[in-house]
């Protein structure tokens, strides 16, 4: 539905040993290719500030948290908005056992429902939160499990005409996925993994559950 061009400047002054501090801003331009008047584009803005730890340190990772803004905008379907933003992810080393890694983020996404006919009717802008948990176990024989868990709340900030009712759409969404792969060589991982999703939605014609499953591939760093 859009073309999106984006530019940053980051900062990453070295804090400690193993500490770095972050500072970004960014801009984002995107442009809704569907769409055909003047008001086809829409900029916004995300500026973050935090710190990263290195490998090395009892946790690595990176926590980052500021701003998002999106202006006042022509674009139909695209509400103004201001507000947080926030990335966070972290690695747990467990001995030589496992090691956790810990998602957190929230940010501000474009959002298409194929329910309306209408091309200028079709988007939304929704406030995402989402939480992952994952855990990587390391088995004999070359093995690696891995089990997950994430949770998305979106809320959407336009509301939606239902008929007669006007909906202010909130959606949860559920993740839980088992991985069991097999260490090839240096670095690739090939395997199988199988994941149930569950979807509830303020509007029930979409919300649903289901499960998948197939074979994966990876390269570990």
């Known amino acids: ?73 022509s674009t139909t379907g695209v509400s103004r908005y201001t507000g947080p933003a926030v990335r966070i992810g972290t690695t747990i080393p467990l001995r030589d056992l496992a090691q956790l890694s810990l998602l957190a983020d929230r940010d501000v996404y474009y959002a298409i429902w194929a329910l309306r006919t209408r091309a200028d009717q079709l988007r939304n802008t929704y406030v995402s939160n989402r939480y992952t948990s994952r855990l990587d176990v390391f088995l004999p024989f070359g093995l690696l499990g891995r089990g997950s868990f994430g949770f998305q709340n979106a809320r959407y900030l336009i509301p939606y005409q239902i008929g007669e009712v006007s909906v202010r759409k909130v959606d949860h969404l559920y993740t839980v996925t088992g991985t069991l792969l097999r260490v090839v060589g240096r670095s690739l991982r090939v395997g199988g993994t199988l994941s149930w999703t569950r979807r509830v939605s303020a509007v029930a014609s979409q919300s649903y559950q289901g499960l998948r499953y197939g074979v994966t591939a990876e390269l570990a760093p």
Do not use: C, N, W
């Open 1 to 73: 539905d859009r073309d999106s061009l984006g530019g940053a400047v980051e900062l990453r002054p070295k804090l400690s040993v193993f500490t770095t501090g972050l500072a970004s801003a960014e801009v984002i331009e995107d442009t809704f290719v569907r769409q055909r008047d003047a008001g086809r584009s829409t900029r916004s803005y995300r500026v973050l500030g935090g710190f990263e730890l290195r490998q090395g340190a009892l946790v690595s990772g990176s926590v980052m948290a500021g701003v998002r803004h999106i202006p006042d905008s």
